[in-house]
């Protein structure tokens, strides 16, 4: 009995062990940052205020007042950026291709993105509680065409304010014409 008294502490002991070394690393976040690289954050501090702590340590968290994210890295404050697709879009188009009506034609992104997320068709039954949906600023964001159908578009420019510039080259035959949109907080 007392041989198996000795192999029951020596593993109570093997175990205490393991599990004092797997939680010595309990205060590592991963998280991804505006290269979509994965980052381990250890041992930081977090702070929420309208402005940057004086003197952070490499991976420290900053929340400004409107909620966006930076970590530093040891010389300079990185945002994590959030992307998001806007709501579906459906462009106006001119009734014929003359070269003066379909040329520079103008369609506000943000304004549409503004207005839908302001007044969801609907919600799941089991959101009753959840919060609106988040609306930033024109300002806040940074506005990309990732794709388009160049059989039908050319010439696309987005100003800062999320207003876009386009051409129609040929119209469209049927609904399916596509051009992607991203959206990225700053």
């Known amino acids: 009995m007392p041989k198996n008294v000795k192999h029951i502490n020596l593993f109570t002991l093997t175990f205490a062990l393991v599990l004092f070394t797997l939680s010595t690393n309990a205060q590592e976040v991963r998280v991804i940052d505006n290269k979509g690289t994965i980052q381990i954050v ?6 929420t205020s309208a402005t940057a702590p004086a ?4 991976n420290d968290v900053w929340i400004t007042d409107t909620n966006l994210v930076s970590i530093w890295d040891g010389s300079n404050w990185k945002s ?4 998001f697709y806007p709501p579906s879009l459906a462009l106006p188009m001119p009734s014929v291709i003359n070269g003066t009506d379909n040329v ?4 506000n ?3 549409d993105y503004s207005n839908q997320f302001s007044l969801p068709a609907a919600t799941s039954a089991k959101s009753t509680s959840a919060p609106d949906l988040p609306i930033y600023a024109a300002n806040q964001l940074w506005y990309y065409v990732t794709y388009f159908d ?3 578009f050319q010439d696309i420019s987005i100003s800062d304010t999320g207003v876009m510039t386009y051409t129609v080259k040929a119209l469209p035959t049927d609904d399916n014409t596509i051009i992607n949109v991203v959206f990225v907080v700053k």
């Open 42 to 47: 250890r041992n930081n501090t977090v702070t």
């Open 55 to 58: 003197t952070p340590v490499e």
């Open 80 to 83: 994590i950026h959030r992307i």
């Open 104 to 107: 520079g034609m103008t369609y």
């Open 109 to 111: 992104l943000h304004s």
């Open 150 to 152: 160049p059989s039908i």
